[in-house]
């Protein structure tokens, strides 16, 4: 199928490019680890004990998935100068691939990332099973097809980086503080709690924690595939609807 | 007929209300001719090539590119046609051979065949010397070397260059013209914009300058500038000789003759042949000739003739 080959096609280009220059995926580890490592003893007396792992390592995978997505706009910025999109737009290329080998090359360098990360957790004394893991990282795929994808839809809708980094800037500090990832949302006030009840991302953070907890059986964390999933439909469809502008 | 346009406009949104980029273009390019588009900076330019090569969708208008309705078989016109931008398209961290291999690829050419394209383009191309480099050490005539070479990587009946030649010192821009002229020998149709009129004239078989939008004049260059006003020879006499005028306006091959403080200046259509002539019938009725020099309209005339204003001024 054509769009099969065509995004495998965008997608071994973009991991050949990441692969010679691997130190980008290292980089974006490292906010998370700093985290784990010189924040998350501090909720140890917060959280209760050894379980504290079990609540934040699940978050900071989350946070790790929307800060390592959403500012993937910026090379894709590069490219548009560079004129590289350009050169495959007037190619019989399909546009949707032209996304999704993108979002592809995302969601394998986040993976990635999110193993390392659970592997220097599990020392910590965090302990989780392989099965619910597997589905953990099948949420966090979701949620970074659904944010890079947006990424690059605003990308291609604004084509300047002075516009880009401040948007970015301000949309994703609320979207962060209101997924409950450093403390769950349950110490929230009653207010705060409910505005966090519209953030697809508070979903995922539940889901993860549930998963981590052992409970694949939560509604939780169905609810969060189907509303995650539901979104990165959309934003794919979106965003490719970017790439095709001007052209059908 | 390679492309044939109707009526083809396109209008932008600007914060001043809409702006008109191209206002009703026609157009007819043939097949196996090197075709050059000529006007001002912002005069639509670019924007009708975009529009050619779908890369916008036209507001109204018809146009078959390559064979294919444009407006109702887009995909079908990629397929069948190259471009290759202003600014290039290589990335700077793969080689040219990569970038040459994928570009075949999104084509749709299987891994091996890419392979063997790829290797017959650096060939064709002469880019063996930095073939297997990263792009980003290329000087600028090399990147554009390669930018053709991935614009025609699909051997397109057709292919779009935008300003191909701008920026390059005249050795590249020489080598350029040869790669020019190798693809219309090998069959190719090749429809370039350009800001050097003197590249127009050299190299192009036939010519549409545009303006605000629209198509100011189109044919060969030759046509175009004879059409003008013809050539002007300015003959020198010494002492202005008197009998000259009379003389020379008898001749079939003068359209238009002037008296000058030292000689005259003659209209004709054809300098080349006229002067040799001028000579011999000044010389046979004893007139000494002091000097000739011979002018010839280039398209900034043309232009000037139908706008009232310099192509090179803006250009």
Same mark, same amino acid.
């Given at each position: 199928?054509?769009?099969?080959?065509?995004?495998?096609?965008?997608?071994?280009?973009?991991?050949?490019?990441?692969?010679?220059?691997?130190?980008?995926?290292?980089?974006?580890?490292?906010? @998370?680890?700093?985290? /784990?490592?010189?924040?998350?003893?501090?909720?140890?007396?917060?959280?209760? &004990?050894?379980?504290?792992?079990?609540?934040?390592?699940?978050?900071? +995978?989350?946070?790790?998935?929307?800060?390592?997505?959403?500012?993937?706009?910026?090379?894709?910025?590069?490219?548009?100068?560079?004129?590289?999109?350009?050169?495959?737009?007037? *190619?019989?290329?399909?546009?949707?691939?032209?996304?999704?080998?993108?979002?592809?090359?995302?969601?394998?360098?986040?993976?990635?990332?999110?193993?390392? /990360?659970?592997?220097?957790?599990?020392?910590? &004394?965090?302990?989780?099973?392989?099965?619910?893991?597997?589905?953990?990282?099948?949420?966090?795929?979701?949620?970074?097809?659904? +944010?890079?994808?947006?990424?690059?839809?605003?990308?291609?809708?604004?084509?300047?980086?002075?516009?880009?980094?401040?948007?970015?800037?301000?949309?994703?500090?609320?979207?962060?503080?209101?997924?409950?990832?450093?403390?769950?949302?349950?110490?929230?006030?009653?207010?705060?709690?409910?505005?966090?009840?519209?953030?697809?991302?508070?979903?995922?953070?539940?889901?993860?924690?549930?998963?981590?907890?052992?409970?694949?059986?939560?509604?939780?964390?169905?609810?969060?595939?189907?509303?995650?999933?539901?979104?990165?439909?959309?934003?794919?469809?979106?965003?490719?609807?970017?790439?095709?502008?001007?052209?059908? | 007929?390679? %492309?044939?346009?109707?009526?083809?406009?396109?209008?932008?949104?600007?914060?001043?209300?809409?702006?008109?980029?191209?206002?009703?273009?026609?157009?007819?390019?043939?097949?196996?001719?090197?075709?050059?588009?000529?006007?001002?900076?912002?005069?639509?330019?670019?924007?009708?090539?975009?529009?050619?090569?779908?890369?916008?969708?036209?507001?109204?208008?018809?146009?078959?590119?390559?064979?294919?309705?444009?407006?109702?078989?887009?995909?079908?016109?990629?397929?069948? %046609?190259?471009?290759?931008?202003?600014?290039?398209?290589?990335?700077?961290?793969?080689?040219?051979?990569?970038?040459?291999?994928?570009?075949?690829?999104?084509?749709?050419?299987?891994?091996?065949?890419?392979? #063997?394209?790829?290797?017959?383009?650096? #060939?064709?191309?002469?880019?063996?010397?930095?073939?297997?480099?990263?792009?980003? *050490?290329?000087?600028?005539?090399?990147?554009?070397?390669?930018?053709?070479?991935?614009?025609?990587?699909?051997?397109?009946?057709?292919?779009?260059?935008?300003?191909?030649?701008?920026? !390059?010192?005249?050795?590249?821009?020489?080598?350029?013209?040869?790669?020019?002229?190798?693809?219309?020998?090998?069959?190719?149709?090749?429809?370039?914009?350009?800001?050097?009129?003197?590249?127009?004239?050299?190299?192009?078989?036939?010519?549409?300058? %545009?303006?605000?939008?629209?198509?100011?004049?189109?044919?060969?260059?030759?046509?175009?500038?004879?059409?003008?006003?013809?050539?002007?020879?300015?003959?020198?006499?010494?002492?202005?000789?008197?009998?000259?005028?009379?003389? !020379?306006?008898?001749? @079939?091959?003068?359209?238009?003759?002037?008296?000058?403080?030292?000689?005259?200046?003659?209209?004709?259509?054809?300098?080349?042949?006229?002067?040799?002539?001028?000579?011999?019938?000044?010389?046979?009725?004893?007139?000494?000739? #002091?000097?000739?020099?011979?002018?010839?309209?280039?398209?900034?005339?043309?232009?000037?003739?139908?706008? &009232?204003?310099?192509?090179?001024?803006?250009?």
């Amino acid at each position: 199928m054509k769009l099969v080959r065509d995004t495998w096609l965008v997608l071994t280009r973009q991991l050949v490019l990441m692969l010679r220059n691997p130190v980008w995926l290292f980089v974006g580890v490292l906010q @998370p680890l700093y985290f /784990l490592v010189l924040f998350g003893p501090l909720l140890r007396p917060v959280l209760g &004990g050894a379980d504290a792992f079990t609540t934040f390592v699940p978050g900071l +995978l989350v946070m790790l998935a929307q800060f390592g997505t959403l500012f993937v706009g910026f090379g894709l910025l590069a490219e548009l100068r560079a004129g590289i999109i350009e050169r495959m737009r007037v *190619t019989p290329v399909s546009r949707l691939a032209l996304l999704l080998g993108r979002t592809g090359r995302d969601i394998v360098m986040l993976l990635a990332q999110a193993s390392i /990360l659970v592997a220097v957790a599990i020392p910590f &004394g965090l302990s989780v099973k392989a099965v619910n893991l597997l589905l953990t990282f099948v949420l966090l795929s979701l949620v970074a097809q659904l +944010l890079s994808a947006v990424s690059y839809a605003i990308a291609l809708k604004l084509r300047s980086e002075d516009a880009f980094a401040p948007l970015l800037n301000a949309a994703s500090t609320p979207i962060l503080l209101l997924s409950g990832i450093f403390l769950p949302m349950t110490l929230a006030p009653a207010w705060l709690r409910h505005i966090s009840e519209w953030n697809p991302f508070s979903w995922a953070v539940q889901a993860a924690r549930a998963l981590f907890a052992g409970h694949p059986g939560d509604p939780h964390v169905w609810k969060a595939l189907v509303i995650l999933g539901g979104l990165a439909i959309a934003s794919a469809a979106w965003a490719a609807r970017s790439f095709a502008r001007g052209v059908r | 007929m390679m %492309i044939a346009t109707r009526g083809l406009r396109k209008s932008f949104r600007g914060r001043k209300g809409a702006v008109t980029a191209v206002a009703g273009v026609d157009l007819v390019v043939r097949d196996g001719e090197i075709f050059g588009f000529l006007g001002p900076n912002g005069a639509g330019k670019t924007t009708t090539l975009r529009l050619l090569a779908t890369l916008m969708t036209p507001d109204g208008g018809d146009a078959t590119v390559a064979g294919v309705d444009l407006r109702q078989a887009p995909g079908e016109v990629r397929r069948r %046609i190259g471009y290759v931008a202003q600014d290039g398209a290589t990335w700077g961290e793969v080689t040219a051979r990569e970038e040459l291999v994928h570009q075949a690829r999104l084509y749709g050419v299987g891994r091996a065949e890419a392979r #063997r394209r790829a290797d017959a383009a650096v #060939r064709a191309f002469q880019l063996d010397a930095f073939a297997d480099r990263r792009c980003k *050490t290329y000087s600028g005539g090399q990147r554009r070397r390669v930018d053709i070479a991935l614009g025609v990587i699909h051997q397109p009946r057709l292919v779009f260059l935008d300003e191909p030649t701008t920026g !390059l010192d005249p050795q590249s821009r020489a080598h350029m013209w040869a790669e020019v002229r190798r693809m219309r020998a090998e069959g190719m149709t090749v429809f370039l914009t350009t800001h050097y009129l003197e590249e127009a004239d050299a190299l192009c078989d036939r010519v549409a300058i %545009i303006d605000n939008g629209e198509i100011v004049v189109e044919g060969t260059p030759t046509d175009l500038k004879r059409e003008i006003s013809g050539e002007v020879v300015k003959v020198g006499l010494d002492g202005g000789d008197p009998r000259a005028p009379a003389l !020379l306006r008898g001749e @079939p091959y003068v359209r238009g003759i002037e008296p000058t403080a030292d000689g005259v200046r003659l209209y004709v259509d054809d300098g080349a042949t006229a002067m040799p002539r001028i000579m011999r019938t000044l010389d046979g009725s004893g007139i000494a000739l #002091r000097s000739i020099e011979l002018h010839r309209p280039s398209l900034d005339d043309v232009f000037l003739a139908r706008t &009232g204003r310099s192509l090179r001024d803006d250009a």
